[in-house]
């Protein structure tokens, strides 16, 4: 028997990254290896992605470097340690538009559309609903007829960060744990008009399953640990892990993944612990993940990275990207990097102290001259050798900087890459 082609979405939330709380890295680098070894359609994180603090520029500046380690497709909207909150009781003050310029800053969108496996994805903003931002909410609306009319049939998931209700759409419940009572009724709408199959959520920290009026309501529990002081409220299951939705013609199969199924995807014998695994080895390569712990630990020696300049490497709990040229490590700043290299991918994670310091680049590009081309760190060029090596490298190649004579003169050499 032939089974139905399926689309794998899986839904992350509430992951609540800092630097300064290696547990959540832990839980999410776990979460990373899965998703790279089962490659699924689309990953989607409903919110909370920093710790606690939606004034944060370090936390979210971490979040979004945490999210760049993936290479599966991706999608996010913001929750209430993002952006602030909505009323009643808003921890940390509501929503502002302050806050949700930072997060688009470091995040993108607040609100998407993909069409993907028959069916029309769609991510809202929920800390809009019912709150001050009437000209950005009303906004929002309008985005979000124009998106139901594009689906032109197809069944509609929604994903947003606060659920849509308690127990039922029915309910009249002003609460903190949910959206207003005037977007739920808009929201209930389009459900009993049958436009609407699935909204998926985040925000309570359980993992929710509803059914109501002909749709599912679905909570994601938290992927990472929540805040000190958050309340259960025994309205699901309360764990760690993921919801994977697999949809298939106008059906969808909804699956809990816990943290140990998490860890079923690592190598045998290693744990998700930076000290042992995270920290100490870059991320196997597909399909080799099946490596056992001795062959691994073999590869990750302390001579592994030194044998490539401009390889980048970082330590699994800090955002700071390094280049590897003549054998040291060089601290990149946004700027440099961006007009280096062409993505975040393939970022290698190691013990960063295993290499000598060589200071941070002040200026760095891709420059030419005489049909070559170079990386140019601060006074020294580096040249690249040929179009193989700046795509293993990730080298942004397709526009350098034209060097003059005078230029190209004041450089001295530093070692080929590749």
């Not at 941070?360 to 005489?370: D, E, F, M, T, V």
């Not at 060029?381 to 350098?400: C, F, M, Q, S």
Request: glycine share 8%; aromatic share 6%; with cysteine.
């Amino acid at each position: 028997m032939n089974l139905p082609s399926q689309t794998t979405i899986l839904h992350v939330s509430d992951t609540h990254l800092s630097p300064d709380f290696a547990a959540s890295t832990e839980m999410w680098t776990a979460a990373v290896r899965y998703i790279e070894k089962t490659r699924p359609d689309l990953v989607i994180h409903t919110g909370d992605v920093v710790h606690d603090d939606p004034d944060s520029d370090r936390d979210h500046e971490f979040a979004a470097f945490q999210m760049r380690r993936l290479t599966a497709p991706w999608r996010i909207v913001p929750g209430n340690h993002d952006i602030g909150d909505s009323t009643p009781d808003p921890f940390r003050g509501l929503a502002s538009a302050e806050r949700l310029a930072r997060f688009r800053r470091h995040f993108g969108p607040d609100r998407w559309s993909v069409a993907i496996g028959g069916w029309q994805l769609i991510g809202l903003n929920s800390l809009l609903f019912d709150n001050r931002l009437a000209a950005e909410e009303a906004e929002q609306w309008e985005w979000l007829e124009q998106r139901l009319l594009e689906a032109d049939g197809r069944p509609i998931g929604l994903f947003m960060h606060k659920p849509p209700a308690i127990n039922s759409l029915d309910e009249d419940l002003h609460v903190n744990k949910s959206i207003g009572v005037t977007s739920r009724r808009r929201l209930r709408a389009l459900v009993v008009s049958g436009t609407l199959k699935l909204i998926g959520s985040g925000h309570l920290h359980e993992h929710v399953v509803l059914h109501s009026h002909g749709a599912l309501l679905v909570g994601a529990p938290a992927l990472g640990p929540v805040p000190a002081g958050t309340a259960t409220w025994n309205l699901g299951l309360r764990c760690n892990g993921l919801v994977e939705y697999r949809l298939s013609g106008d059906t969808v199969r909804v699956r809990l993944l816990r943290e140990a199924d998490l860890a079923s995807a690592t190598p045998a014998g290693l744990r998700i612990i930076p000290s042992a695994y995270a920290r100490a080895c870059p991320p196997p390569r597909l399909p080799s993940i099946q490596r056992g712990a001795s062959e691994l630990a073999d590869s990750c020696g302390r001579n592994r990275h030194m044998a490539e300049n401009g390889t980048r490497i970082k330590a699994a709990d800090n955002p700071m990207v390094y280049v590897i040229l003549d054998g040291k490590r060089r601290a990149l700043d946004e700027p440099s990097y961006v007009n280096i290299f062409s993505d975040w991918e393939g970022i290698d994670e190691v013990n960063v102290d295993d290499l000598e310091d060589g200071g941070a680049i002040q200026a760095g590009y891709i420059g030419s001259a005489n049909g070559e081309t170079y990386l140019v760190a601060d006074s020294v060029k580096y040249r690249i050798n040929g179009n193989a090596t700046a795509d293993r490298l990730h080298l942004k190649v397709g526009e350098p900087r034209m060097l003059s004579t005078e230029e190209f003169g004041a450089l001295t050499d530093g070692a080929q890459l590749g």
